[in-house]
């Protein structure tokens, strides 16, 4: 079954920047879509980013975009989430996940959860 892991969460000031990593193990990653995902205390689970099997498609949600960038590394078998000019609203639980499609960034369509990294943005 596809395991998967986040790091390189942290605390950081606004408009520092981090980078997440999610790897997997026991299955490639070239069969899945991968998607980030955030939840603030107090809120809902958010889809902050994806990105397709196959690389070529990304999504991402309007509060991340042209801050963020999602990659994928698959000798690695590794998708980033690189995270610029980050604010004290981007502070989250940070998840990756596993799913069969990219357009909707929703809990319910991916089916692999990592356990989380957690960025906190704090002056």
């Known amino acids: 079954q596809l395991q998967l892991v986040e790091s390189g969460g942290g605390l950081v000031q606004p408009g520092d920047s981090l980078r997440l990593s999610c790897t997997a193990s026991?299955?490639?990653?070239?069969?899945?879509?991968i998607g980030w995902f955030r939840q603030a205390p107090g809120k809902e689970r958010e889809g902050v980013s994806c990105i397709s099997a196959n690389g070529r498609n990304v999504n991402y949600t309007s509060s991340v975009k042209d801050r963020f960038t999602i990659s994928k590394n698959n000798a690695k078998n590794t998708v980033y989430l690189q995270m610029n000019n980050l604010q004290p609203e981007d502070t989250a639980l940070y998840y990756c996940?596993?799913?069969?499609?990219?357009?909707?960034?929703?809990?319910?369509?991916?089916?692999?959860w990592g356990q989380g990294t957690q960025v906190t943005v704090s002056s």
């Open positions: 026991r299955v490639s990653l070239d069969y899945y879509s």
């Open positions: 996940a596993a799913g069969w499609q990219c357009v909707v960034m929703t809990t319910d369509v991916f089916n692999f």
